[in-house]
């Protein structure tokens, strides 16, 4: 093998060997975070601001009552700054952002898909940056590792009519959690060379003699978030792959371990929570094992290459950067497809049509491996309700998990579950293929190359939206009133009727009584339970999006 498979192998060592030292120490914290009953002077002086008892628990409906209210604030916030932006300090000179494309952005970031159909350094100021983005940033993953607290806590708990306090976990998990952390990897990143400042930007010469303005900002403290709250959208347009956004080879892998940390040490939490650490160790092992197998098909298919010029060259360089090479982006490309991120800091419309692929799939799985900040937890555990549910009818028994009945009732909520997402994306991309006037538009407009990619590049926008992820396969303009429309309501769909769904999962399993193991249960903890969980994640994917990845990546692939 090359030196740069070995650096390669190095970097994946290395980030497995921090995710393996974080594992204990930030999933214990996390778990401490949301179980202890005193609240800080600072979090009680929130409480008294937006008038809400902190000690009051709350019903399935009333917690989600309040991440529906909460979500819609924000919503209507973002959208109006976007609206109002020229009369905000630090507006930059730019103009108001127009309605189709403000509402597509509001959505994007409160449903925390950071989906971006604009140019951020040439469409937002700093206010609307910093007040609307970056606050969403932090508050749209707090209320994902609030949701996943709340099944967990549907889980532990017997014969209860409550989940907790939404306001108290988004309060904790955004105060405790994001914004300590945030802030230690900002100032790691601005010692590592990301910019972070107040000015106006630079203009320098350039090579044919004339002058080029080049924008800064606050980047360091949005990049922070951006990653560890599993957000993705970039303070430039180029994303991560900008000099400004991730300088070198060792940012490169801060900041791909920033976007795994939490997610992979959600698994620590749940097994404290519920009182059995080999639980969670039974939920990593599936996350671990299919982001690995992703990882390495991605990487084959890229130092591969698709193509005699690629072959020739020993790698699919195109939209990649030199500073990171074939393996540093296909890690972080897994990295921000199996979570919720969306960042990018390669091409993934330049990868190989296997290596896109593989992108796809990665969110296509639900996101799970090991999925955004929250998110990616309640999305396992909605497949392990599943798994158990099969193991049930191989013996011919109720099924239980963690001591719960998994009856008809919670089936139907875990069932609906699985089946909105893929709904969305395969109804969007349809319509968008079959509405007179829509049709025309999307193929004469935003598709930009034709055939089968074309239909990658559509599927991959759906895909990305209905998922909350927000990175894109670059070909595809999506910056016309339809896309930025269809888009913004799919992401939003996709994120709050699956939180409906668990959270009126959770309540209906908090109000079980729990049931002794006998020797017809099935053990959660154990080889066989983890290979099946895995099976089933990859089997419902696979039978669900075959027919339309053999229309687009599969065929472009065999061509």
């Known amino acids: ?45 929130v409480y008294r601001v937006i008038g809400v008892d902190p000690d009051a628990e709350q019903s399935w409906p009333a917690y989600l009552r309040g991440v529906l209210l909460f979500s819609a604030v924000g919503l209507l916030l973002v959208y109006l700054l976007q609206r109002i932006q020229v009369v905000l ?21 409160v449903a925390n898909t950071n989906w971006q159909s604009y140019s951020p350094e040439a469409t937002v100021g700093y206010s ?38 939404v306001w108290v976990d988004v309060v904790r998990g955004t105060g405790r959690l994001l914004l300590p952390g945030a802030f230690v990897f900002a100032i ?13 930007g630079i203009d320098v010469a350039t090579l044919a003699g004339g002058t080029q303005h080049v924008p800064d900002g606050f980047v360091a403290s949005q990049e922070a978030i951006k990653e560890l709250g599993t957000n993705g959208g970039g303070y430039f347009n180029a994303n991560s792959a900008h000099p400004f956004e991730n300088p070198q080879a ?11 940390v939490i997610p992979f040490s959600l698994p620590r939490t749940f097994g404290r929570l519920v009182g059995d650490d080999r639980q969670g160790y039974a939920i990593l092992a599936v996350m671990g094992a299919i982001f690995l197998v992703s990882l390495s098909v991605m990487s084959i298919a890229e130092l591969g ?58 969110m296509m799985l639900g996101e799970v491996t090991p999925g955004g900040v929250g998110s990616g937890l309640y999305g396992m555990l909605v ?72 239909l990658s590049e559509l599927l991959y926008a759906f895909t990305s939206g209905a998922n909350n992820n927000g990175s894109a396969f670059g070909g595809l303009t999506a910056n016309t009133t339809w896309m930025n429309s269809a888009l913004g309501v799919v992401m939003l769909l996709g994120r709050f009727i699956p ?38 994640a990859v089997i419902v994917t696979a039978l669900t999006y075959f027919p339309v990845l053999a229309l687009g990546p599969l065929a472009e692939a065999l061509s």
């Open 89 to 109: 300090p630090g507006d930059l000179g730019l103009p108001n952002v127009g309605p189709a494309l403000a509402f597509n952005t509001a959505a994007s970031f």
């Open 128 to 165: 609307v940056q910093m007040a609307g983005l970056a606050v969403q940033n932090f508050l749209s993953a707090a209320v994902g590792l609030s949701v996943a607290v709340a099944l967990v806590r549907g889980f532990a708990r017997r014969k209860s009519g409550t989940l907790g306090n």
């Open 305 to 362: 290459g698709g193509g005699v010029a690629t072959h020739a060259a020993g790698a699919a360089m195109e939209g990649k950067e030199s500073r990171f090479g074939i393996l540093g982006s296909t890690l972080f490309s897994t990295a921000t497809t199996s979570t919720s991120t969306g960042a990018v800091n390669a091409m993934h419309d330049s990868y190989t049509p296997i290596g896109g692929m593989m992108a796809l799939v990665n």
């Open 188 to 200: 790691v990143l601005v010692a590592g060379g990301v910019v972070q400042s107040w000015g106006t």
């Open 499 to 536: 939180i409906a769904l668990v959270l009126a999962l959770a309540g209906s399993l908090a109000a079980q009584d729990k049931v002794p193991a006998t020797v017809g249960t099935l053990p959660t903890h154990r080889p066989l339970f983890i290979g099946l969980l895995g099976a089933v």
């Open 1 to 45: 093998m090359s030196a740069d498979v070995w650096a390669g192998i190095a970097q994946v060592a290395t980030l497995v060997l921090l995710l393996v030292v974080a594992y204990r120490p930030v999933g214990d914290w996390m778990a401490r975070v949301y179980t202890p009953t005193k609240h800080t002077r600072v979090e009680r002086g």
């Open 383 to 454: 497949l392990a309700v599943i798994t158990v549910f099969i193991g049930g009818l191989l013996v011919g028994r109720t099924p239980e998990y963690l001591g719960k009945k998994i009856r008809a009732r919670e089936m139907t909520f875990a069932a609906l579950y699985i089946l909105v997402t893929p709904t969305l994306v395969l109804l969007g991309t349809g319509l968008s293929l079959v509405i007179p006037g829509v049709r025309e538009q999307v193929l004469g407009t935003s598709i930009f190359n034709p055939g089968n990619h074309g």
């Open 250 to 260: 060792w940012t490169n892998l801060v900041e791909v371990f920033l976007m795994l």
